[in-house]
């Protein structure tokens, strides 16, 4: 069965401070890869979408950049944080070959002081 | 214009009640819709999927779909207090990546 790891559970750093969260999928093959930002009481936005090694497709231009450096593992990345990228950072994944839903990581509370 | 939305509540409903979600879209050519549930401080869960127009039961939960009014519910019946969570309607376009766009949640509360 496919499952999705996703770390750390929760961050708290500084401004200015650098970022990486990371996502893996495990038990599937070429699955398309998802970040998504959820603010404290409000829903889900899409960041970064990848559907292979290599690509990546950004959907709101902010402080944030991500990698696929591998069929299974996506990472997400800051230079500089800001106070604005506090939120709930939540990894996805679905099969490129179904139009199902997605599955979700457990998700990184991120919290910039 | 948002592209999903609903009603972010919250939705007070006696145990064992009905809670009847509702949820628009605005991409008509919107194919696959779903339903999530999510509790405070976790990820969403996957509760319910539908892609052609009418009912779908699974359990105590029907969604419904009207693809001509852009319109998708979710009743959840007999609620109980650990339905108490907030809803996300989520639409697929279909466009590269298969991406789903989410409404702003509606948060449900069952009083015992």
């Known amino acids: 069965s496919q499952t999705i790891h996703q770390w750390p559970a929760t961050l708290v750093q500084p401004v200015g401070s650098p970022l990486s969260l990371e996502c893996t999928v495990e038990?599937?093959?070429?699955?398309?890869l998802y970040w998504y930002r959820q603010a404290a009481g409000r829903g889900l936005q899409l960041l970064f979408y990848s559907v292979g090694i290599g690509q990546i497709s950004s959907e709101v231009p902010q402080n944030l950049s991500a990698s696929r450096p591998q069929d299974r593992q996506f990472i997400l990345s800051s230079k500089k944080l800001l106070l604005s990228d506090s939120g709930f950072y939540l990894c996805a994944w679905s099969g490129d070959w179904d139009s199902g839903g997605y599955t979700f990581g457990s998700g990184t509370r991120l919290t910039v002081v | 214009q948002k592209e999903v939305e609903q009603n972010s509540g919250p939705l007070s409903v006696p145990e064992g009640a009905i809670a009847s979600l509702n949820c628009t879209y605005s991409?008509?050519?919107?194919?696959?819709f779903f339903w999530y549930r999510q509790y405070s401080g976790k990820s969403p869960e996957l509760i319910m999927s539908i892609y052609s127009n009418g009912d779908k039961e699974d359990g105590r939960f029907t969604a419904q779909l009207n693809k001509a009014s852009q319109y998708v519910s979710l009743l959840i019946r007999d609620s109980q207090p650990s339905d108490s969570a907030t809803y996300l309607c989520a639409v697929k376009s279909g466009a590269a990546g298969n991406k789903l766009t989410f409404g702003g949640g509606t948060r449900v509360l069952v009083k015992p």
């Open positions: 038990g599937t093959s070429n699955p398309n």
């Open positions: 991409d008509r050519g919107s194919q696959s």
